[in-house]
């Protein structure tokens, strides 16, 4: 069935939509993530034009992490504390983040920096993932006992001033590595057009310590709110949120959010974090192999004044 | 039969242009409606464009007769071409060129190829066809001049490819000796706006009529409600996604509460 979208101005198939919002929205309550690195592309590539599709595809995360959150809460695996010292850094991140959008689109590099940031934090991140949940399942075959988390095992994380406690992730740590973290993670998610959830949970997980338990509840709920703002900075700046188009993709990603959630339930941690490493590491591929091979057409077109700009 | 009665009997509904000149040779051309609504199940459309040429003596594929040719165009964009080239292993965008003032729909139907009816000087002055089409630079652009007609080519073949420039010699059939029609597509991703509908009488490479009427494409009902709230009361509009957002996402975990 045809839709024809009034901010888009083009005419999709709504069930290919719904399927999309659907598959992404399922991915992302397993792992936790937006899904925004994922959604994106994947709108781009079916011929929403770009600005309409990084516009939208934050609301559409508002709604499937809001669906997330409503689980993680019921069970208590939010760190609100955690959360909010979070946003505080992803609010100030975001802010330079818009700046530098700004700067990047009028000298027209901006989706090369968006691709190779892709590549970039996805190889990294992807890779970093994958050898160390392989490492840990190999641990767990061979049947070695898994090292228990001490209460006194410190990086140097640990040793800087300023210390807060946060209870439910049972940490005792600098507010500055928090607050930096949200603020590196908001300026990347602004300007790559992203939540950056698959950014966060391995932050959170492997520099700060946090428990895998409370880490996806946590950075869903940051991500919410994040998300949230940076739809009505969309809606007033660029006014490319589309609203059809964007609820048409939160119905479908709620549902697959919610299947998405429970069977991320009956993983186990390792195993969730090799699928999502290698999920990461496809993406930054995909991106790496568009920037290295002889594309199809040297040419392309975009519009900057007039109708349908 | 049938269709003739029909046709007439558009000609005197729709809003019409008449022209008329020296010679006593009339144009008439009526377009089959002057408006295109865009709905939620807009999907693209046609217009029919019916027309009667008077006072002329025409005979098939005769070279020195009188030929048709019709031109839609949408309302004017900036486009900037971009292409591709390495830099240090990677493709990226190199060489911008941007074009201004060109139309962003373009559809010409004719009734012999478009390089036979009139000098390249006429067309080019009129925009009649593809390769007669303004496409004035901005004056800053990086592009080399040799490569100029590259861009030029490249930006004709990629509108092409969306289905919003279109070229369709020998589409304008004649019905009698006078009287003509053709159908023009409009894809569903016309942008919105006031187009121009330009019809050409030539004789002997010469243009002998014209005329000129306007064509209005707009979104309606839902669409245009959105898109208004959308434009002039944003912050509303967006706080509106967030809490549709919001409550969608709490509904569906409130839905799907197994315990």
């Known amino acids: 069935m045809q839709l024809y979208l009034p901010i888009a101005e083009i005419p999709v198939n709504i069930f290919v939509i719904f399927a999309m919002g659907g598959a992404v929205g399922f991915l992302s309550g397993l792992f936790g993530i937006g899904g925004g690195f994922l959604l994106t592309p994947l709108l781009i590539f079916s011929g929403i034009p770009p600005a309409v599709s990084v516009a939208t595809v934050t609301t559409q995360v508002v709604a499937s992490s809001a669906s997330a959150v409503v689980n993680y809460w019921r069970r208590k695996a939010i760190d609100l504390k955690l959360a909010s010292i979070l946003l505080a850094g992803g609010v100030m991140g975001s802010l330079v983040g818009v700046v530098l959008f700004d700067v990047l689109q009028s000298v027209g590099q901006l989706d090369l920096v968006i691709s190779l940031s892709y590549v970039t934090f996805l190889g990294t991140i992807g890779g970093l993932m994958l050898f160390e949940s392989v490492r840990a399942i190999r641990r767990r075959k061979s049947g070695a006992a898994p090292k228990a988390r001490k209460p006194g095992q410190h990086n140097w994380i640990h040793g800087l001033p300023l210390k807060v406690r946060f209870r439910r992730s049972k940490l005792y740590v600098s507010v500055i590595p928090v607050v930096g973290l949200g603020a590196i993670i908001g300026f990347l998610g602004t300007v790559l057009g992203i939540g950056g959830g698959f950014m966060m949970v391995p932050a959170l997980i492997y520099l700060l310590r946090v428990p895998t338990s409370i880490v996806i509840g946590t950075s869903l709920f940051q991500i919410l709110f994040t998300m949230a703002a940076a739809t009505v900075f969309h809606a007033m700046g660029t006014k490319t949120v589309d609203i059809v188009l964007a609820m048409t993709l939160m119905i479908g990603g709620v549902i697959g959010a919610q299947f998405g959630a429970r069977m991320g339930q009956n993983l186990r941690g390792d195993q969730l974090r090799l699928l999502l490493a290698l999920l990461v590491l496809g993406v930054g591929l995909r991106f790496a192999v568009d920037l290295l091979l002889v594309p199809d057409d040297f040419y392309s077109i975009a519009i900057r004044k007039g109708a349908g700009s | ?259």
């Open chain 2, 1 to 259: 039969m049938i269709r003739l009665v029909l046709l007439l009997a558009t000609l005197f509904v729709c809003t019409n242009a008449f022209a008329q000149n020296h010679h006593g040779l009339n144009l008439v051309t009526s377009l089959s409606s002057d408006m295109i609504s865009i709905q939620s199940n807009f999907t693209g459309t046609e217009i029919v464009i019916f027309g009667q040429a008077q006072n002329i003596v025409r005979q098939p594929n005769d070279p020195s007769g009188y030929e048709l040719a019709i031109v839609v165009q949408g309302p004017p964009q900036d486009i900037t071409t971009r292409r591709k080239g390495r830099f240090l292993g990677v493709w990226v965008n190199r060489e911008a060129e941007r074009f201004q003032n060109v139309p962003s729909f373009y559809a010409v139907a004719s009734t012999v190829d478009i390089g036979h009816m009139a000098d390249r000087t006429v067309l080019d002055e009129l925009g009649i066809g593809l390769n007669h089409i303004n496409l004035a630079v901005s004056g800053s652009s990086n592009v080399a001049l040799a490569d100029r007609d590259d861009f030029r080519r490249a930006f004709i073949r990629l509108r092409e490819e969306t289905g919003l420039y279109s070229e369709q010699e020998t589409s304008i059939k004649f019905l009698t000796d006078t009287m003509f029609r053709t159908n023009i597509p409009l894809p569903a991703n016309i942008p919105v706006g006031d187009y121009k509908v330009k019809s050409f009488l030539f004789h002997h490479g010469e243009v002998v009529s014209q005329t000129e009427q306007t064509l209005y494409v707009a979104k309606t009902g839902f669409e245009q409600f959105t898109f208004q709230l959308a434009q002039n009361y944003s912050l509303v509009y967006g706080l509106l996604a967030v809490s549709l957002a919001i409550f969608t996402g709490w509904l569906a975990g409130v839905i799907f509460r197994k315990d």
